[in-house]
């Protein structure tokens, strides 16, 4: 059986920061490689949704009970 148990605000926040920052850059990459113009609100919406998707989805422990 699994006991959840919800990760520290400061493993979430940094979860948040490196999976949104790195998604981010990612896209914001891509767009450069296809002659697309920087869009800073597309970069700032990539951060935030990914970032918080990422987190809403990895925010607990899992830890086996034996």
Do not use: C, P, Q
């Not at 979860?15 to 700032?44: C, E, P, Q, R, T």
């Amino acid at each position: 059986m699994n006991d959840r148990k919800l990760k520290t605000t400061k493993e979430l926040v940094k979860m948040y920061v490196i999976s949104g920052g790195i998604f981010a850059i990612l896209m914001a990459g891509f767009d450069w490689f296809v002659d697309h113009d920087f869009n800073v609100w597309k970069f700032v919406f990539h951060f935030l949704f990914f970032g918080g998707f990422m987190t809403f989805a990895n925010r607990f422990n899992y830890y086996e009970n034996k």
